[in-house]
Each structure stands twice: as C-alpha cells, then as structure tokens.
C-alpha cells in the first residue's frame, strides 16, 4: 500500500468512527410508556437518553407534557373497542399502510391531502381512515404514529369520522415478542429502562391494550381491507370475516408465539397464507384476476384493499378489483395515500395532488431509476448476479448477457428481476476491471413489479479492487451531483452498494452509483434524445452550451466532444427547437483524480489537473454572463462539496480547491482572459 492511500484510510476510518460516536451522542427521545395499575399509572420516557419514571394517581396530573414527545391527555386514556366490521354509505375515505416508523412524512401526507390540518388535527369531517397495518418497526418514530392516532380517533369521532387502525404482521410480531426489526432506539428504550420492547406493550400497558382492541380487517361500503390479503387457502376455510378477526383477536393475539403444530385453521391464519403474511396479489406469476374474482365473490365484495408488499405507489390490480398501498413510505422519502370521494379511486400524492388510479397504472407511473434514485435508502443493496467471468472476458463487445437483479436490504421481501447487462463506456472498457455497465430490466418483470416500462439503468462501479478507487467512483458521483446544479438536463445519480454473484456463486462487493439513462432523462424533461447524425456545438443552445463548457473548465475535464458525440448526449426538448448538450461520465476530470486519467494529446496540457478551455469564440459579454451565473451558485456548490459526508473531509477540501481555482481565474480580469483566446 502507498503511503498516501495509508492516509486515506486512515481518515476513512476517523470518518467513520466520528460518525459512530455522534451517534452514541445523539439525545434519546421516546415514549410516554404508560402502565395501568389498580390505582395508580406508571409513565415510563426517555428524555435526552435518560430513564425517566413517575408514578400518578388519577387526579396528580392532567397532561404529559414533555419536549419532543407526544402530548398525552392523561385524564382522558379510555379508548372505544372496535366492535363494527362494517361500514356502508361512506362518502369518502383515505387509506395508508406500512409507516415503518417514517411519522413526519406519515403526517405530511396526511396534511398535504386534507386528513388533517397543519396543526395535526382531525379535517376530514365524517370521512375514514384506514391504516392497513405495519406502524411499528424499521424506523425511530413509532410510538409517535402510536400516539397520534390513539388521539386522532377520539377527535374523528367528534365529526362523525372514524379511524380504523389494522394490525399487520409487524405489530403482531412486536406484541408476540419478536423485535427482529426494532429499530435501534428501541434497543437503547429496552436497555435503558430494562424492559424488553414487547414489555412495553403488554396487557398492562395503555398501548398494548389499545393495540389489542384494534382489528384485522374491516370493510366500507364495498370495499375489504387487510394487511396482506386473503388467501384461497383460507377464505376455502372461513369466509366470514366476523369468524376470520375473532379467531385472530382470541386465539393468535394473546399468544407469545404461534406453532406450526396448533389446529390447521390457526396456522394458516398465521402463517404465509394468512391475512397479515400473504403477498399473493402482488406477485402477478401466481395470481390473475379470475382469482380476485372468486375470493372476492366469497366476502361478497367488490374490491380489496391490501399493504404489505412495497410498490412505488399505490397500485391497481384488475380494474380495481385489487389494489396495493404499501407506497414504501418504510424508506422515509417517498410515498403516496389511497382516496376514495364520490365513488372514485385517487392516488393522493405528497404535493397535495390528486391522480386518478387508472387500472393500466399509466398514470405517472415510476420507472425503475426513479424508484431506485427517489425511493429507497442507502441501505438497499443492488445484488447483479451473471456470468461475470464472460463478461469480464467480453467487455469490449458490448453484448447483452443473460443476468438477475436483486434489490434487498435485509428487512424485507427483496425485489427480483430477469435483466441482462453488457459493458459500457469509453476508456474504462479497457482499463477497469469492471467497466460501466448497463442493465436492461425485463419489461413485463418491471410491469409486474409496478414500474414503467423505462427499462434501463446504468451502472458505474469502482473501476478496480482498491480502496482509492472506492474514493474516485464517490467523488465521480459528486461531480455528477454538483452539474445537476448548474444544469437541471443533468443526470442523476445516487451511491449504491453492488454485490457480483459469479457463476460460481462467489460474491463480489463493489462501491458505485446508479446513472441516470438518457432516455429516462428525456421523459422526464419532455424531450427527446438525438441519437445519430452530426450535431455541432453551434446548434446548441448556447446559454446551456456555455454553462456546461464553463463546468467542464471547472472539474478539469477535457474528455468530451460534441461533434465527435463523445460523453456527451444530445437532446431536443419538446418544443422542437432547443437542443441541449448533456455531459456525462466525468472520470477523465482532474477533479476527480483518477491514476488512469491523462489528456488526448491534441491538447497543450500534460496532465489532467492542468485546466484547457476548449471553446474558442467565448465573447466578452458571454463571459460576463458566466461570471455572474457562476459566482450565484458558488455557496450551493460549495454546500453540495460539504454535504457530501461520504467523502473523507481533507477529500471534500481538496475537491473545493479545484473549485475555488476555477473562480479565481474568472474573477480575475487578468487570468480570465485565456477564456478569451487572447492571452
Ligand atoms: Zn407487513
């Protein structure tokens, strides 16, 4: 090992250990853990990362009352038992599932589609709303969702409106003893206070008696909801759902645990044919709508509304016959609530608005990028299984071989998708171990999946096994970052981890980012992609030409070429007329370091850290307008370089300096001058 590449792992390690202790320093909140006793209450919190206990008698104290944790009414702890199933003549209601924990977008969903006000409480009038199931586990808000809803359905009542909270497997599991998923503040609860998580929810606890009363499923109007979904297998058995929820609520819930070897009836309610377990509907290989006809022709119903399986956003099956609204708000970014208002389905977004659900899923559908850029966290692992000797062997063919794309990150279900992959790229063919790649997903997998039919995802990994080349594809991925912000055309890219599976099923682990495909570019933006012919530079727009010059001056980079269609895309927005020049795969940048990286030698520079500014008719006004544009955007490039935590600091400063180099020279009347071509 170099002694420099010592010293970047030795300051990856600091990194890495600094982000450990913050950590360990950060200051726990969580609670009100309430336990009912005879004549008195035990409230249980954390407050900073501290234990604390208070013990109450009905008339010491009217509210729990404690910063960052939920208000509780301490006068007002009694709760209806849910006896009704059934529900008829309801005008409107909304529908979410699978909040994981991700409280503040739970709320913001429910504030941007007028469930409730910006103060958080009840607006929806008479209207219901259905939580389908999985409040707990995954992420550190729990008994806040917990909280809020426990107050939200006394304040629904008040207006004729009503919420129903179903259990999913997740709260069962909790309530059964298993904390496999908690998150880790949950772990730092239990320790702290020495009660293990499922103690906190026991039949003692306000909570646990609360989550006790609550139901499986429930039906409006003609509508049946459930966590997973009814399978065949039980609805053959049992198709009362009265039947169904009483066994669940008398014989399952007080149990610890559930053996295979109890009555039939129980372990398919319980297991994966169970209404909280199941996922046939989502897996459209096993199911078709003959069978959501015949299920749903047993309860008699129209249309089943199920959570469990993650989609990238709320789903229709069969004409509506089925629909999905586990829109994955578990990854805290994204996510999306089913409504129903006068006899029509809409998919209520983020934003306040309303989309039609449409059976074809046409509308405003993801596509697999989108998915993976938007949607899921830093935790998700792209695993590529294929026959990476052949394609290591063939990398300068660039052919299609058969490969498996598998997207996990060990909480759930994972993703599996039939795609193939061939090898992209210039230089990096020949020098990389593993090139750039690009991954063609199956179509019909993505529409089963409920993607768009964009099929393609490019894929840069680190170039070779060393650990500073884990820096360069991090620092590649952070040029690509900071164009996006001189450039709205850019590309988007995102960090992922890569497992390789070879054919021999030995497993590779790779640092590298997903890349956006122009073609997902162009649909995004309305335009598209120019891909034969010869453009020149003069049919550019040239405001956008510019600032994209001025940024390839900026990174170091002289490895592109308009004409020559070299890293470079080409686009025409839908108005026909402006064609945009669109930089990509920066490796060649001296910004970026890379070992291989040296300039073609039409250029009088001899390293990739010299700057050669490649535009010849740059005008004095031009410059000026340049000058301008980019010293505006100097501190959001700046904040994008320090927010990039992935990079060690002393990274992040040398990264700056290029920067700060770069505005020097334009600043400078004197230097700014060889932009001019008359030095
Ligand atoms: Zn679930």
Known sequence: MKFSQFIILLLCF??????????????????????????????????????????????????????NLPKVDLYNLDFDIDTTLSYSDVNHFAAISDIHGQHDLFIDLLIAQGIIDSLQNWSYGDGHLVIVGDIFDRGDKVTESLWFLFDLEKQAKKTGGKVHVLL??????????????????????SGASRTPYPDLFTDKTLLGQWLRSKNITVTINDFVFVHGGFSKKVIDKENSLNQINKVFKDKILPERAILYDTTEFISNLYFENGPLWYRGYAHPEGFDSEQAEYIL?????????????????????????????????????????????DDILYRGLLNGDRLLLDSDNKNGKRSIFDYLFEVVDSNTILTLKTDVKHLKKTKTEKEYQPSEVTLSDDLDEPLVFETRVKVRGNMRKKLCTLPPLKIDFNKADLRNHGFSNKDKVKLVLQCMDFKSQVISVKKEHLVYELYRQIDTLGLRSKLINVNLITEKNDKEVYQGFILEDEEN???????????????????????????????????CNTDWSVSGRHNIETILLDDGIRLFAVAYDFDYAGIVGQEYAVPSDIFPIMDVDQRYFRLKDLTKDELKAMRKFYNDERDNLNNIIQGAVYLSEKERNRFNSVVDDFYKIINSKRKSKVLLGDD
């Open 14 to 67: 600091l990194f890495v250990q600094n982000d450990i202790d913050a950590q360990r320093n950060r200051k726990f909140f969580d609670g009100p853990y309430i336990t009912i006793n005879d004549d008195s209450k035990d409230i249980l919190w954390i407050q900073k990362s501290k234990v604390k206990k208070e013990s109450i008698t009905s008339d010491t104290i009217e509210f729990f009352n404690v910063p």
């Open 168 to 189: 999913g497997n997740h709260e069962v599991m909790v309530l059964h003893g298993d904390i496999g998923y908690i998150n880790p503040k949950y772990r730092y609860t």
């Open 297 to 341: 022709g047993k309860l008699d119903k129209e249309s089943i509304i199920v959570g469990h399986t993650s989609m990238p956003q709320v789903m229709s099956l069969f004409d509506n016959r089925v629909v999905l609204v586990d829109s994955s708000i578990k990854f805290g970014k994204s996510g999306e609530i089913l409504i129903f208002e």
């Open 521 to 555: 570019l162009a649909r995004r933006v309305g335009g598209k992609v120019i891909e034969k012919g010869i453009v020149r530079p003069e049919a550019m727009h040239r405001e956008a030409y510019l600032k994209m010059v001025f940024f390839q001056y900026m990174i």
